[in-house]
């Protein structure tokens, strides 16, 4: 099949979290499965950089006007590679949309500029298919920032030779984002007034492109089952649980995986020492290089504990700040790694004040930082209030470093909680309700089974010999994609 991928981030050339994770890895394994990708990204200023590190430099392919509604924009088109690959990487350019200092920065003024900006994107895709001949048999978007494309196929774009056969996916990477706008921004779509209506794009008097791109995609998947169960329910249905119980049918919860080539500490570049599964010594000088950077003691037998995250609600680190000091009484020392709201910014930035002998906090990001902190850590935090899918726990496994999570979301379907009955499958340590105490006792569980080296390396083991490649991931997609090019299930 030819299917053209949409979306907002590709790592490793601008990302912000695992959206750009899945959309940079997924399509190879799409492609030793036979099909043919072409991936579409905004040219921003992130990508331009990172261009010019790596010495690369895209082909200019030229300039046109893109008209929709009563919205007129020029869009430069270049033409590159997925770096590593043979995958072609068209980047949608424009600098008043795209050059801005942050990925999602949005423009001072204009109360609705991150809707119109990705509506261009949306429209210049379009167009880019007819002006270099490529005809989707499946347009796969991602998130709310291509959800309009579905409702344009439905709209009549069918009807041109370019998309008369394409049939769309949309992927829903996290609910709670839906690009929601004022209804006079209804416009910026370029769309008829019948799609501003209930069972399209309104939604309690907003306009809401996510419902749109679930309602008429051909077929709708999210990157876990559990978060494909958790997100028909009010609790986590973010305003749209009703709708997505209607779709059911045609719902698919597909766990993402993760690049095993670019996370595997037999070969990564970026650790102290490599080490595999059979032989974990590497481990070990890892975690007192690690032990050094933070400026903190080594101490052979002290569990470390790690963060890397994106610091906000979200993650649940509400439930760290405070108990995080009678953990290090307890006896561990911790890392973090990541940035956000100031609140937890600051709140992790207090604690490495107050016990400056067993606690570091780096606020940032720092990509090689952090596959060293996966490396070295024992146990890696993961208290999140909602988790669609997440990889963090997935790294941390392939590193022989347990996780510790809320059996939330993809949590749930990746982690094994150790229970003391189940040592030949368990994989970490896990908690359920919200809690400090429940976090804490999880925690503390783990600290303690650290002491027993034959128990440890057996759950590390477990988590180490897990698959969470793509390929399994891969081949449920190829399924959905047939599904959705036969008209149905």
Known sequence: MNIVFATAEVSPIAKTGGLGDVTGSLPKELVKLGHDVTIFLPFYRQAREYFEREGIKPEPLLIENISWGNWSADAFYLSTTLPGTEIPL???GNDYFYDRDQIYASRAGFEDDFLLRYAFFCRALIRACELFDIS???????????????????????GSQQFRRTRSVYTIHNLNYQGAAAPDAFPLTGLHTRYWAPDALEHFGTLNPMKGGIIFADEVTTVSPNYGREIRTPAYGAGLDGVLRIVSYKLTGILNGIDADQWNPATDSHLEANYDIEQ??????????LAREAGL???????MLGVISRLVEQKGFQLLIPILGK???????????GSGEPWYEEGFERVARQYPQSCR????????????????????????????CGLNQMYAMRYGTLP????????????????????????????????????????????????????WSRLQHNGMSTDFSWAKSARQYDEVYRRAAGGGR
């Open 404 to 455: 510790v999570a809320r059996l939330t979301g993809g949590l749930a379907d990746t982690v094994i909680p150790f229970d003391g009955t189940n040592e030949a499958a368990a994989t970490g340590f896990g908690f359920f309700t919200p809690s400090f105490e429940d976090f804490y006792f999880a925690t503390w569980a783990g600290m303690l089974i650290y002491k027993d080296s034959r128990l």
């Open 280 to 289: 974990l010594q590497g481990k070990v000088i890892c975690k007192r290089a």
């Open 90 to 92: 068209i980047l949608v």
């Open 361 to 388: 906090a780096w606020i940032g990001f720092d990509n090689a930082l952090a596959h060293r902190i996966y490396a070295e850590c024992d146990l890696l935090l993961l208290p999140s209030i909602y988790e669609p």
């Open 136 to 158: 989707p048999d499946i347009l796969h978007c991602h998130d709310w920032h291509t959800a309009l494309l579905p409702v344009y196929l439905h709209s009549g774009l069918r």
């Open 297 to 303: 003691q080594y101490k052979a037998r002290t569990p």
């Open 327 to 337: 953990l290090l009484e307890a006896g561990a020392q911790a890392v973090i790694l």
